[in-house]
């Protein structure tokens, strides 16, 4: 009769929510794995609905508190998408190229501070071996305070652009309800600069962690940039050749309910699991790297492809080279647009508008898909980077536990967070596991 036991996790530590995880050993290998998310459903899509197009993106926002910008672009492309696909003059519907550029730099702040929250407070802790931040700014204060610099320097950003850090109240559909001023946003090169010189040093200290040996095949899926990195803007594309609009992405990325989950998982075609993110981000928009974020990339021994999940890390501190590179260049350049939004045109009240956008939020691809009817929103559908990441996120742990089985239950543990970490920078789950039990059977 074959050996058989499972490795109960009650409480999975760090991530957006609330789950817990389980393992199933038969024979010294790992025959399954389940990653129960139990977090309350919060029906965001069915709020939306009767609400007018021009409250979404404060909506929306309010999904994340570290990533709001992330949810207010992605609406508002699909919304101006919506509008753009009834008219015959598609540009009477596009936002001005200074107010696309400003947008840009406002995406640019929340990279910074996403990025510098997880590398510094979330995942750079598991590689000395500490508990929390705490713990780790014993050991480096200096660290500590870079990490707190960079994600200042983000806010200020956010701050400057959309009004505030946390849900912006400077965003709507068409652009913003005020541009900052020539004065305000040229104040934020000399912190940029700072936050540059401080990011090129991120990357010098996370590419000399002890990384797993841990590589994995993913079926990356990402923004591709037409000339730039993609952050608010993009075609979606795959390391396999796939190459759609957002509306083309949203008729094959198929989610599904399972029993163990209250988050829906995404596959490619109903069958293919795949994982967006920092990694695919960067396997799929190499050549688009700017020029300080490639020659870091390099010097840190990345290479062109990155398959470890672990050394993801490496990979935020580059984008977050390419978020101060970028947003210096459009602080540099930078004239207030005027007007500072595009207004949507009048179509006729019974007719049906339907758009999707996609962006890039820092932990990977987000979709919003929106159906109209008389400026209400009749339907929507969000696709967060956690839905579709999180088939990946299983197999990476049943890699994981396959190859750290020997260790101790505490080992597993610690390595199984990592695991996770590795593609969630969210601060809502802060606390350790509480509990990891082994089930024997005979």
């Not at 036991?5 to 609330?18: D, F, K, Q």
């Not at 505030?164 to 912006?168: D, L, M």
């Not at 083309?248 to 198929?254: G, K, L, R, S």
């Given at each position: 009769?074959?050996?058989?036991?499972?490795?109960?996790?009650?409480?999975?530590?760090?991530?957006?929510?609330?789950?817990?995880?389980?393992?199933?050993?038969?024979?010294?290998?790992?025959?399954?794995?389940?990653?129960n998310i139990f977090e309350p459903p919060r029906f965001f899509e069915a709020l939306l609905v009767g609400r007018g197009y021009q409250e979404v993106p404060d909506i929306t926002a309010r999904i994340c508190g570290i990533c709001p910008v992330a949810y207010q672009m992605t609406s508002c492309a699909a919304i101006e998408e919506a509008f753009c696909g009834a008219l015959e003059n598609a540009f009477v519907a596009t936002?001005?190229?200074?107010?696309q550029q400003l947008r840009r730099l406002l995406y640019c702040g929340e990279w910074l501070q996403s990025h510098a929250l997880h590398v510094y407070f979330l995942h750079a802790p598991d590689f000395f071996g500490c508990q929390d931040a705490v713990e780790l700014g014993a050991l480096d204060g200096g660290a500590l305070r870079r990490g707190l610099a960079l994600k200042n320097t983000g806010n200020l950003v956010m701050t400057t652009v959309g009004g505030?850090?946390?849900?912006?109240v400077n965003v709507r559909?068409?652009?913003?309800?005020?541009?900052?001023t020539l004065e305000a946003v040229r104040a934020l090169e000399r912190p940029l600069r700072q936050a540059l010189a401080a990011s090129l040093e991120t990357v010098e200290w996370v590419s000399g962690f002890d990384f797993p040996d841990v590589e994995q095949d993913y079926l990356f899926v990402a923004l591709k940039g037409a000339g730039s990195y993609p952050i608010e803007a993009g075609r979606v594309a795959s390391s396999a050749g796939l190459d759609c609009t957002a509306?083309?992405?949203?008729?094959?990325?198929?989610?599904?309910?399972?029993?163990?989950?209250?988050?829906l998982h995404s596959r490619l075609y109903g069958r293919l699991p795949y994982l967006t993110g920092p990694l695919a981000r960067y396997a799929l928009n190499w050549p688009l790297l700017t020029p300080l974020a490639r020659q870091a990339a390099l010097a840190a021994g990345l290479g062109t492809v990155c398959r470890n999940p672990f050394r993801s890390i490496v990979v935020r501190a580059v984008e977050m080279v390419l978020a101060c590179e970028e947003a210096l260049r459009v602080v540099t350049s930078y004239q207030p647009p005027s007007p500072a939004f595009t207004p949507m045109p009048e179509v006729p009240s019974e007719q049906l508008l339907s758009g999707a956008g996609a962006t890039e939020a820092p932990r990977g691809l987000l979709l919003h898909s929106y159906e109209l009817r008389d400026g209400l929103v009749t339907k929507a559908r969000i696709m967060p980077p956690t839905s579709q990441n999180q088939l990946a996120i299983e197999g990476d742990l049943g890699a994981v536990a396959q190859q750290y089985l020997g260790g101790g239950e505490e080992e597993l543990t610690r390595r199984a967070e990592m695991a996770v970490r590795n593609h969630d920078p969210c601060i809502s789950c802060a606390a350790h596991f509480l509990k990891v039990t082994i089930e024997k059977k005979p």
């Open positions: 009769m074959a050996a058989e036991h499972s490795v109960e996790v009650g409480l999975l530590a760090r991530i957006e929510g609330e789950s817990g995880l389980r393992v199933v050993v038969e024979d010294g290998a790992v025959s399954a794995v389940a990653l936002p001005l190229p200074q107010v505030r850090a946390v849900h912006p559909v068409g652009g913003f309800y005020k541009a900052p509306a083309e992405f949203a008729e094959i990325a198929i989610e599904e309910h399972v029993a163990r989950s209250t988050a």
